[in-house]
């Protein structure tokens, strides 16, 4: 073996690490700038507008809460409960089938099954839009295929309703699960249920008290990004629904153009950064936990 490079060997003989100089943060200048047009420029925006109000006879802008309170109140509160409901039972729901799914891709033993599996997630988790609702209400709306078939109407469906928004939603939640948590369930070392086993562990038990436990970052890193894929849909819900279904998204679309109450552009400001807050105390119950379990799954 050669020996090491006299650059990078101490007084003692000993390898020394090569010092990062300033190149690399220039290296990363592009990336931040990017990041600063793109994110930073309109959160500025928005976040001016949500707490400011202009005089329209002098011009003259003063700071005020008034807008994020009129967010909070009303069908404005309404419509920021019906986003949070809509998305979390999406959320739970997609990510326990997303995980079942995940499982049956990973203990299969045909490759091509594997790969077939993955290749339709990928595609329906960006199926969605106005596309998707158009391919629910000729499949399952009233006067749709599956509809007329199995007559569903006499069941009580209704697709424009909040349970027939919930179920189009998992149409492309459940394979962004399937994505998200199969890299996961392929880090599951067979060492462990092996060991499990030994032991006298059952299958139930090696789950509950090994996988589940590791898995758990992960399976709530899912949950969180169902949730926010959820939370932020407009136009699937806006072609599908319109304004039967109180949605947070919407109420902003609304307020921006003006359809129910003229001047209440603010008020839309001041709901997305509800949003935000609200999306941002989901990812600081989510990044501690990966951090955990980021050194069982290497």
Known sequence: MSAP???????????????????????????IVFTGLCFGLPLAALLHGAVTRTDPATGATALTGEH????????????????????????????????????????????????????????????????LAFAFIATAGISGVLTQLAELDRLGWNLYSFTGLAVVYLYFLTPLMVLVIVPALDGL?????????????????????????????????????????????????????????????LKIADALSGNVLVGQENVALALSLDMIVIAGLVMAVYLPLQRRSARWLR
């Open 5 to 31: 490079s006299p650059s990078l060997t101490g007084p003692a003989g000993g390898i020394r690490r090569r010092r990062r100089g300033p190149r690399t943060w220039l290296a990363a200048l592009p990336l």
């Open 68 to 131: 994020i309170e009129r967010s909070l109140q009303g069908p404005y509160l309404g419509s920021l409960a019906g986003s949070v409901q809509l998305s979390a039972l999406t959320a739970v729901i997609g990510s326990l089938a997303g995980l079942l799914i995940a499982q049956a891709i990973v203990t299969s033993r045909r490759q091509w099954l594997r790969g077939a599996a993955l290749t339709a997630s990928g595609v329906l988790a960006n199926f969605g839009g106005v596309p």
């Open 189 to 249: 070392r067979p060492q462990w249920r092996e060991a499990a086993q030994n032991t006298g562990a059952s299958s139930w038990q090696y789950w509950r008290m090994v996988a589940l436990p590791v898995l758990a970052p992960s399976l709530l890193g899912g949950f969180v990004l169902l949730f926010g894929s959820a939370f932020a849909a407009h136009a699937t819900a806006a072609a599908l629904v319109g304004g039967s279904v109180p949605l947070v998204t």
